[in-house]
Nanobody
Framework: QVQLVESGGGSAQAGGSLRLSCAAS????????MAWFRQAPGKERVFVAA????????YYADAVKGRFTISRDNAKNTVYLRMKSLRPEDTAVYYC???????????????????WGQGTQVTVYS
């Protein structure tokens, strides 16, 4: 069983920055593909960023490309999402997700992930 705990959410002014962290339990974190998704009120959960376990490759949604950076520290069993140039439309609950299947490459589809965190709120005000 894998547990994911997000932290680092909060409020920020438009143009500001925040860094989210997701700490994972489990001995094989280094072989998990990891990702961040977000869900705004009344909307479906959507992909934000992903990072593979095999080569560290990263993928981003067009809406955040160039502004958000996903990274991982396998020694700390933690994945990060650095967010800069925040916009009000970035306001959402952000979820960390883990794919423990061992499949190579970054994953972007909700159905690929078998473990989810509880979510952390990010609010960006203008």
């Amino acid at each position: 069983q894998v547990q994911l705990v997000e932290s680092g959410g909060g409020s920020a002014q438009a143009g500001g920055s925040l860094r989210l962290s997701c700490a994972a339990s489990g001995r094989t974190f280094s072989r998990y593909a990891m990702a961040w998704f977000r869900q705004a009120p009344g909307k479906e959960r959507v992909f934000v960023a992903a990072i593979s376990w095999s080569d560290g490759g990263t993928y981003y949604a067009d809406a955040v490309k160039g502004r958000f950076t996903i990274s991982r520290d396998n020694a700390k069993n933690t994945v990060y999402l650095r967010m800069k140039s925040l916009r009000p439309e970035d306001t959402a609950v952000y979820y960390c997700a883990a794919d423990s299947s061992g499949k190579r490459g970054a994953a972007t589809l909700v159905g690929r992930f078998d473990y989810w965190g509880q979510g952390t709120q990010v609010t960006v005000y203008s």
